[in-house]
């Protein structure tokens, strides 16, 4: 049997203290870092401020309407609004979207002259949610699908306005900056519905009786814009 010498009882003393001394040197190292990602919580709200172009907004209208027949047209022109979304989970936020128009409305009958009718306003109020399609780094694409409603607001003095139901779907991406990523840049593309009367009426009849009820057009538009978002 072999017996260690002083001398090896003193290396393995050492060696074992080395090694405890490693150890408790990384895992004091390691709390700042666990400290660190701690201070930081992920973001519950996000706030949004955007601007960009939107286009479109045309429907048909009949000779049996209330109207002659030909086409309302929305002038393309210059959108604002703002998005306030709750991050439900890492992958989806609850957003409430407000999106406004100033435009000018003209109307192009079938047989005649273009002729501007004034200034129009639109107005959309929607909640929705949005998927984003999560993966490491700062850069975030994602989906959305909306619902609420559409205001039209012709500005001349003596026409009310009219709320109708709408509805919206859309793509784009955000980045945020730094490692915090409370700012961050956003794009977005979206196509908003709304369907409207269309001045066009029809008659059915069944065993009960004859109905007459009023055709449905689409006001269709597309916006494009770019916005800051502030993450808290």
């Known amino acids: 049997m072999h017996h260690l010498t002083v001398e090896e009882h003193v290396s393995r003393f050492s060696l074992t203290g080395a090694l405890l001394a490693a150890t408790v040197a990384c895992a004091l190292g390691a709390r700042p870092v666990r400290a660190q990602l701690a201070v930081v919580p992920q973001a519950r709200f996000e706030l949004t401020a955007f601007g960009g172009y939107q286009w479109g907004g045309a429907f048909e209208t009949f000779a049996n309407g209330a109207v002659p027949p030909g086409e309302l047209q929305i002038s393309d022109a210059f959108g ?48 929705g949610g949005r998927y984003d399609f999560i993966h490491p780094g700062h850069f975030t694409p994602f989906i959305n699908l909306s619902l609420g409603i559409g205001i039209f607001d012709p500005k001349t003095e003596g026409i009310g306005s009219d709320t109708r ?18 700012l961050g840049l956003r794009l977005d593309g979206r196509l908003w519905v709304t369907p409207v009367p269309s001045g066009d009426y029809g008659v059915w009849c069944d065993f009960y009786g004859c109905f007459a009820a009023e055709g449905t057009a689409w006001v269709t538009q597309g916006t494009v814009s770019g916005g800051l978002t502030v993450a808290f």
């Open 80 to 127: 604002w609004g703002a998005i306030l979304g709750f991050v439900a989970d890492p992958q989806t936020v609850v957003e409430l979207t407000y999106l406004r128009q100033d435009a000018d409305i003209s109307f192009n009958p079938n047989v005649g002259t273009e002729r501007a009718l004034g200034g129009f306003a639109v107005n959309y109020v929607q909640l």
């Open 165 to 182: 139901f709408s509805w919206s779907v859309g793509t784009g991406a955000k980045y945020m900056f730094g490692e915090a990523q409370r």
